[in-house]
């Protein structure tokens, strides 16, 4: 991809909001117990990241969609089962979040699971209007914040990853200034075999890597074990994106407490 890290130190970038001095990265990581050893979480960047920054054996699995209840059902019982630490972007169009909001709410209590907003419906945001860009946004943002109590995502992930300046500036406009892209990938946009996934796994899973898949087909529910034992074979360690970029108001709290504070 092009985008390559062009968006993690955008020098035009304003700062995150004022909240007194900076500090210190070992009082930040004194004080977000919940969250990875050895990983200091930064401001979420201004732009497009489309994958972990800097060195490191971090690898995050990011989760779309959501069309499968029984899918999005296996997903939590894997996160809960495993401790495996991964992003969701659900459309909230889909019943399948509703339906299994209970389990994956203690999850993301935990801050074992984070959310980030993949619009309502999941349409090619470069396609419509503002007004309509900005009503699949914020639809999706209430519908994380009454059903999982997630009001602080800085990220957006653009349905088929289709974005534009536009889009972005409205995005960031309404509280998601990380344009969360990928630079690994499930390949499973369609329907595989689990031989399929897993030879996609062994690809993709790599240090550093954002991998994509989706929560829509149960082929993947099949390869759980032979994840983690990918996983474990690279000697990979699984975070979510707020594990690696945190407001400062979420850094302090160290992801506990998703629902206190609001930014729009
Ligand atoms: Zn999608």
Redesign the pocket.
């Known amino acids: 991809m092009a985008h390559g890290a062009a968006g993690l130190g955008d020098p035009l970038a304003p700062p995150p909001a004022p909240v007194g001095p900076p500090v210190p990265a070992s009082a930040l990581e004194a004080v977000a117990p919940r969250g990875v050893p050895g990983l200091v979480p930064v401001p979420p960047p201004v732009g497009v990241v489309d994958a972990l920054p800097g060195e490191g054996t971090f690898l995050a699995l990011s989760i779309?969609?959501g069309t499968s209840t029984e899918v999005v059902a296996a997903f939590a019982r894997f996160a809960k089962d495993s401790g495996v630490r991964m992003t969701f972007?659900p459309?909230g169009r889909y019943a399948s979040w509703q339906d299994n909001a209970p389990q994956l709410r203690s999850l993301i209590e935990s801050g074992q699971v984070a959310m980030g907003n993949?619009t309502w419906s999941?349409p090619d945001l470069t396609t419509l209007g503002d007004l309509e860009v900005a009503e699949e946004i914020r639809r999706n943002q209430e519908f994380l914040a009454t059903t999982f109590g997630v009001r602080d995502s800085p990220f957006l992930?653009p349905?088929?990853g289709a974005h534009d300046e536009r889009t972005d500036r409205i995005a960031a406009d309404l509280g998601h200034p990380t344009i969360a892209m990928w630079n690994g990938t499930l390949e499973d946009f369609r329907v595989l075999t689990p031989e399929e996934l897993m030879a996609a796994a062994r690809r993709w899973f790599t240090p550093q890597t954002i991998v994509v898949g989706?929560a829509n087909h149960p082929a993947v529910t099949t390869v759980y074990e032979e994840l983690l034992e990918l996983i474990a074979e690279r000697g990979l360690r699984t975070v979510t994106l707020a594990d690696v970029w945190a407001t400062p108001g979420q850094r302090i709290r160290g992801a506990t407490a998703p629902g206190s504070v609001t930014t729009g």
Do not use: S, V
């Open positions: 779309d969609d972007f459309n993949h999941h992930r349905p088929f989706h």
